[in-house]
């Protein structure tokens, strides 16, 4: 299947950027997510991009997409102690294909 | 709001026991999922159902067997628990047969089993 990478950790200080960064393989890919999770809870989408886009900005968050070399990355603004959560990519394609990275998991010190 | 509910938070078998998981989503989607979650592996996919009584093995079906007599619903079962199986169970789903649509998660079951 497809192979969807991801850092494990990323750690940042309060109000500064994050980025996290994830690679992918399959080329075909259709839409390009952003999951968050707390602890203890399921994954709540923050964002997509259509594979056709290159950026797109919404509030803090602004995801950027390099098709050519597969590279998906999802940068937060002010980054809060509230955004410490674990941050999967997921790529989608036809017919319901998705496929997860491992997961970045985010600590934000204040 | 989509909800996806999943019948239990947390849950404590023991080896070779008949574990069924259920999960119901409220938004008339057709197609739903179940993942696991372990550390460092991120999500892999058991089975998914993109209809009433279809099913579609994933990346990891072995030891494990689904159910969808209902379109909101769709039941995970273990037939026989093994320790290799305590993991986070999720479930997803999304609305339309073909192309790519976004899932949308429960909150997760925690499955142990002893």
């Known amino acids: 299947g497809e192979d969807v990478e991801q850092s494990l950790f990323l750690s940042v200080r309060e109000g500064d950027s994050s980025v996290i960064n994830c690679t992918y393989t399959?080329?075909?890919?259709?839409?390009l997510y952003w999951y968050k999770q707390e602890p203890g809870a399921g994954l709540q989408l923050l964002t997509y991009i259509f594979s056709n886009m290159d950026m797109k900005q919404d509030q803090r968050l602004t995801v950027l997409l390099n098709k050519k070399d597969k590279h998906l990355s999802l940068r937060i603004a002010d980054t809060q102690t509230g955004d410490s959560a674990i941050y999967f990519c997921?790529?989608?394609?036809?017919?319901?294909?998705?496929?997860f990275g491992s997961g970045t998991k985010l600590n934000v010190k204040p | 709001d989509v909800k996806v509910t999943q019948s239990s938070r947390y849950l404590v078998k023991r080896t070779g026991e008949k574990v069924f998981l259920e999960c119901v989503q409220d938004m008339d989607h057709e197609n739903m999922f179940w993942y696991r979650q372990d550390p460092g592996l991120g999500l892999r996919l058991i089975y998914f159902?993109?209809?009433?009584?279809?099913?579609e093995k994933g990346d990891i079906p072995e030891g494990y067997s689904v159910s969808r007599e209902k379109k909101e619903r769709f039941s995970l079962i273990l037939e026989s628990a093994s320790t290799n199986q305590t993991s986070m169970y999720l479930c997803a789903s999304s609305l339309r047969l073909g192309g790519t649509d976004t899932q949308y998660f429960g909150p997760g079951t925690r499955l142990t089993v002893l």
């Open positions: 159902s993109y209809d009433v009584k279809m099913k």
């Open positions: 997921a790529v989608g394609y036809n017919f319901n294909k998705f496929y």
């Open positions: 399959d080329s075909s890919s259709t839409y």
